[in-house]
């Protein structure tokens, strides 16, 4: 019976170009495919009792983060890092209500856009009441509302070869604008979205108006405010010193913040 016997590295190898060809769904058609494929996952688990633990690992990064209700909401949700992004060009967009605010979607993908906040709220919507985690040991409760990130990437068309997403951002603190980036799972993670309002209403410039990335499965110093561009790479090897993100490029903040 030995023969029969695959060896664990090729069934994690397999199980891993399965959980790829899922990620890739939405890319396809569009929709929230990530949720939509029960086949996949029925398929995932025939390997569960023959190898649990590596099939946990690969499929976790899916899981949902917790959501809360109203009544959870921090009466305050407060600021950190840049509260008010400093020049006349953010000052002008703020004074006309972000009515010229445009976030570029560049990069590997077939169909570049340059989306205004209409575009962003005149596609499908979602909103979730979840914790922001920073790792300067403060949480708080607040509901988001925004699109999928992963409807405005399908929208662009993005390329077989982007692996990462990378947020440009209108705030410079000290020698550089910040910048954040991240991997397609957590790019097309449900939960993750682009944010314009908090608790209901239009997003405080304090939380990163007129758009800011929410990132769930990630610690609060990954969910880029003031966003203006989204870019889809191959590597992250020309972006700042090669770390990821402008404070895991400057302190030992980890790239993959993942709670
Ligand atoms: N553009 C930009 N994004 C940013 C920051 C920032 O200073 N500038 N700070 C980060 C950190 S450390 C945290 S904890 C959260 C804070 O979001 P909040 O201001 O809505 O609380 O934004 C993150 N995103
Ligand atoms: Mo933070």
Known sequence: MRDFIVPRRQLIARAGGLVAAAGALP???????INDAP??????SLGETMHQHSQRALTDRDALAREFTRADLSPVFRSNGTKLPQGAAYAGHAASGFADWRVAVTGLVSRPLSLSL???????QRTQITRHDCVEGWSAIGQWTGPRLGRILAAAGLRDSARFIVFRCADRIGDALYYESCDLVDALHPQTIMAWALNGAVLPIANGAPLRLRIERQLGYKHAKYVNAIEAVASLDGLGEGKGGYW???VDYEWYAGI
């Open 248 to 250: 895991e490029d400057r």
């Open 27 to 33: 890319l396809l058609s569009g929709c929230d495919a």
């Open 118 to 124: 209409a575009d962003i709220r005149a596609m499908p």
């Open 39 to 44: 086949a996949v996952r029925k398929i995932l």
